[in-house]
């Protein structure tokens, strides 16, 4: 212990020392009644040997358990020979350099502590001096124990993270994803420490497009948790960026607490960027870490997974050029195929193609439409013949006679009909052979135009740019063809 008590014995200014040399200094006794003075004689008497109160063992030890459990102390060691296998009380020793103390807590107290308690963890203890009196063992008895240094602050972050981690502030469900090309990076950490070297250099190295900002804050001592926090809400809220890096270089626990405390917690938490973090080394996780969109184990590392490789970025790129390209020839041979497969459709192959149809019919119009008065009236004639052969008819007089005047009334009108169909379809055989005389290309070049054919593939020249010099040529006239050749271009 740091401290050396000096423990006064009880009612010390009572006892008397009844010895000389080093066991009388060392030994202390209870005094005796005291006794009534007599008149010395004249003559000395024998000397008296002194009366004493023998003691035995268990009232010593009863005696110095009483006093020694008026005094409450303070102390600090390490933990060791931890014994937790009794059911009511465990059993450790208090060390350090130069001595031991023998402890002892309730079990119901080791089972409420909220930090492990092992051999060789730094404690301060708070109890109440005490001795067994059956072996005389001089113990203290805990009433309050807490981690020392490095302890207590890992408790405290315990303490914490248990608590945002109940708020549901780690959960995966509310972390950002990253953008995958970002073009502004914010970065908030030391601008005195490798920490910043290691992220820009490796930014640069990486992505060279991206832009960086740089946030000088404090990340160790007094006044780094604000300015961590005023340095992440920047680039909230003044200055727009696409992602922010959280860093620090490695350090002890001390120097790693400003990143475990409830206020850069909920400023990460509350940030509207993606945040990547980046702090000490491999096996330091702070707070921030957990609460971080994505956390690196490194500075370099937090660097590296913020941007993409150039590398790759470059390999991606080609890759999609590749594919752009493959599919534009693609779409290119379909657009061909289709353009052919119009070609070779009916509307496309030429006039007389498409007026053949058109022209047959009005051929067989033009032959059947005569006829066909004088087919109705041998039809007709015929029909009357048989009905005139039945033997009703061969009365005489009155029988023939209504049919005779019905007959030539019927015969007149069938006639005037018959014109009558005659010239209806005569004005429409006209009418269908003026609509096919538009139609056709001949009555096109009975105007005075033609056609030209490239002599070399047939297809019609429509521009001076379809054919070159010399090029020979047939020119399709109303009445005939002419053979020609190209001699000279002029554009229009």
Same mark, same amino acid.
């Given at each position: 212990?740091?401290?050396?008590?000096?423990?006064?014995?009880?009612?010390?200014?009572?006892?008397?020392?009844?010895?000389?040399?080093?066991?009388?200094?060392?030994?202390?006794?209870?005094?005796?009644?005291?006794?009534?003075?007599?008149?010395?004689?004249?003559?000395?008497?024998?000397?008296?040997?002194?009366?004493?109160?023998?003691?035995?063992?268990? %009232? =010593?030890?009863?005696?110095? $358990?009483?006093?020694?459990?008026?005094?409450? +102390?303070? #102390? *600090? @060691?390490?933990?060791?020979?931890?014994?937790?296998?009794?059911?009511?009380?465990?059993?450790?020793?208090?060390?350090?350099?130069?001595?031991?103390?023998?402890?002892?807590?309730?079990?119901?107290?080791?089972?409420?502590?909220?930090?492990?308690?092992?051999?060789?963890?730094?404690?301060?203890?708070?109890?109440?001096?005490?001795?067994?009196?059956?072996?005389?063992?001089?113990?203290?008895?805990?009433?309050?124990?807490?981690?020392?240094?490095?302890?207590?602050?890992?408790?405290?972050?315990?303490?914490?993270?248990?608590?945002?981690?109940?708020?549901?502030?780690?959960?995966?469900?509310?972390?950002?994803?990253?953008?995958?090309?970002?073009?502004?990076?914010?970065?908030?950490?030391?601008?005195?420490?490798?920490?910043?070297? %290691? =992220?820009?250099?490796?930014? $640069?190295?990486?992505?060279?497009?991206?832009? +960086?900002? #740089? *946030? @000088?804050?404090?990340?160790?001592?007094?006044?780094?948790?604000?300015?961590?926090?005023?340095?992440?809400?920047?680039?909230?809220?003044?200055?727009?960026?696409?992602?922010?890096?959280?860093?620090?270089?490695?350090?002890?626990?001390?120097?790693?607490?400003?990143?475990?405390?409830?206020?850069?917690?909920?400023?990460?938490?509350?940030?509207?960027?993606?945040?990547?973090?980046?702090?000490?080394?491999?096996?330091?996780?702070?707070?921030?870490?957990?609460?971080?969109?994505?956390?690196?184990?490194?500075?370099?590392?937090?660097?590296?997974?913020?941007?993409?490789?150039?590398?790759?970025?470059?390999?991606?790129?080609?890759?999609?050029?590749?594919?752009?390209?493959?599919?534009?020839?693609?779409?290119?041979?379909?657009?061909?195929?289709?353009?052919?497969?119009? $070609?070779?459709?009916?509307?496309?192959?030429?006039?007389?193609?498409?007026?053949?149809?058109?022209?047959?019919?009005?051929?067989?119009?033009?032959?059947?439409?005569?006829?066909?008065?004088?087919?109705?009236?041998?039809?007709?004639?015929?029909?009357?013949?048989?009905?005139?052969?039945?033997?009703?008819?061969?009365?005489?007089?009155?029988?023939?006679?209504?049919?005779?005047?019905?007959?030539?009334?019927?015969?007149?009108?069938?006639?005037?009909?018959?014109?009558?169909?005659?010239?209806?379809?005569?004005?429409?055989?006209?009418?269908?052979?003026?609509?096919?005389?538009?139609?056709?290309?001949?009555?096109?070049?009975?105007?005075?135009?033609?056609?030209?054919?490239?002599?070399?593939?047939?297809?019609?020249?429509?521009?001076?740019?379809?054919?070159?010099?010399?090029?020979?040529?047939?020119?399709?006239?109303?009445?005939?063809?002419?053979?020609?050749?190209?001699?000279?271009?002029?554009?229009?």
């Amino acid at each position: 212990m740091d401290d050396e008590l000096t423990l006064p014995w009880p009612d010390e200014a009572e006892t008397e020392d009844t010895g000389t040399g080093s066991a009388g200094k060392n030994e202390k006794q209870i005094p005796s009644a005291p006794r009534a003075r007599k008149r010395r004689p004249k003559t000395p008497p024998p000397p008296a040997e002194p009366d004493e109160k023998v003691l035995t063992v268990g %009232d =010593v030890n009863r005696l110095a $358990r009483q006093s020694l459990e008026r005094i409450t +102390v303070t #102390v *600090r @060691g390490e933990i060791s020979g931890l014994n937790a296998r009794y059911p009511y009380y465990v059993y450790f020793d208090l060390r350090d350099s130069e001595a031991s103390l023998p402890a002892l807590m309730q079990k119901r107290q080791f089972d409420e502590l909220d930090f492990p308690l092992e051999d060789g963890a730094s404690v301060v203890v708070r109890g109440t001096l005490t001795l067994y009196e059956r072996q005389g063992k001089y113990q203290i008895r805990v009433r309050e124990i807490r981690p020392f240094g490095e302890g207590e602050i890992q408790r405290r972050i315990e303490v914490l993270k248990k608590k945002l981690q109940a708020e549901g502030l780690f959960d995966d469900s509310r972390k950002k994803p990253l953008p995958s090309f970002p073009g502004r990076i914010g970065v908030v950490t030391s601008t005195r420490g490798a920490a910043i070297r %290691d =992220v820009t250099v490796t930014l $640069r190295r990486r992505f060279p497009p991206a832009r +960086v900002f #740089v *946030r @000088g804050v404090r990340v160790q001592g007094e006044g780094a948790v604000k300015q961590i926090c005023d340095g992440l809400e920047f680039f909230d809220s003044r200055w727009p960026v696409d992602l922010v890096i959280l860093a620090r270089g490695g350090g002890s626990i001390q120097d790693l607490e400003p990143f475990s405390t409830e206020p850069v917690a909920r400023t990460l938490g509350g940030m509207s960027v993606p945040v990547v973090t980046g702090i000490g080394h491999e096996p330091d996780v702070s707070i921030a870490d957990l609460v971080a969109d994505r956390r690196a184990s490194t500075p370099t590392a937090a660097a590296e997974a913020a941007v993409p490789d150039r590398h790759q970025v470059n390999a991606l790129l080609g890759k999609a050029a590749a594919t752009l390209r493959r599919h534009a020839a693609s779409d290119l041979k379909a657009g061909e195929r289709l353009l052919e497969s119009i $070609r070779r459709r009916p509307l496309y192959r030429g006039s007389e193609f498409l007026l053949a149809s058109f022209m047959q019919r009005f051929e067989r119009a033009a032959v059947s439409l005569p006829e066909s008065p004088r087919r109705g009236l041998t039809r007709n004639a015929h029909r009357l013949a048989v009905l005139a052969s039945r033997p009703v008819f061969r009365l005489k007089g009155e029988l023939l006679s209504g049919a005779c005047a019905g007959l030539a009334t019927r015969r007149s009108r069938l006639s005037l009909a018959g014109v009558r169909v005659i010239e209806r379809e005569t004005g429409t055989l006209e009418r269908i052979k003026a609509r096919a005389q538009a139609l056709s290309p001949i009555a096109v070049l009975e105007r005075g135009y033609s056609i030209t054919f490239d002599g070399r593939t047939g297809a019609v020249v429509r521009a001076p740019d379809e054919v070159d010099v010399a090029t020979p040529l047939t020119i399709r006239l109303a009445k005939g063809v002419i053979d020609a050749q190209v001699t000279g271009k002029e554009k229009e």
